[in-house]
């Protein structure tokens, strides 16, 4: 069964940083791309980064030159680190994982395994 655990929200002024941590297991790490989603109260879904086996990463245009996304494939655990966060970051993150190629058009796509998700709090 594949399961997605994330970790590291918490509450951050403007300005700061954060490192989501998004631990897997269950599945074929290398064959998957894992993805990093947000939702903020009333909102839609937002798609916010993502990042296939092979390296290969995609931003969305609110978190580009802001949010990292990086992997360690030994711990079959993808991060998420946000700098210069803002108060409009502020939401539900869920990590998810699909098999697909990471893409800007994959971040808009429903991803097959989800996590159940970590509050990010940014205030102003």
């Known amino acids: 069964e594949a399961q997605l655990v994330e970790s590291g929200g918490g509450l951050v002024q403007a300005g700061g940083s954060l490192r989501l941590s998004c631990e897997t297991s269950?599945?074929?790490?290398?064959?998957?791309?894992i993805g990093w989603f947000r939702q903020a109260p009333g909102k839609q879904r937002e798609g916010v980064s993502c990042i296939s086996s092979d390296g290969t990463t995609s931003y969305a245009d609110s978190v580009k030159g802001r949010f990292t996304i990086f992997s360690d494939n030994a711990k079959n655990t993808v991060y998420l680190q946000m700098n210069n966060l803002k108060p409009e970051d502020t939401a539900v993150y869920y990590c998810a994982a699909d098999s697909l190629v990471c893409s800007d058009s994959a971040l808009s796509l429903l991803f097959d395994y989800w996590g159940q998700g970590t509050q990010v709090t940014v205030s102003s």
């Open positions: 269950g599945f074929t790490f290398d064959d998957y791309a």
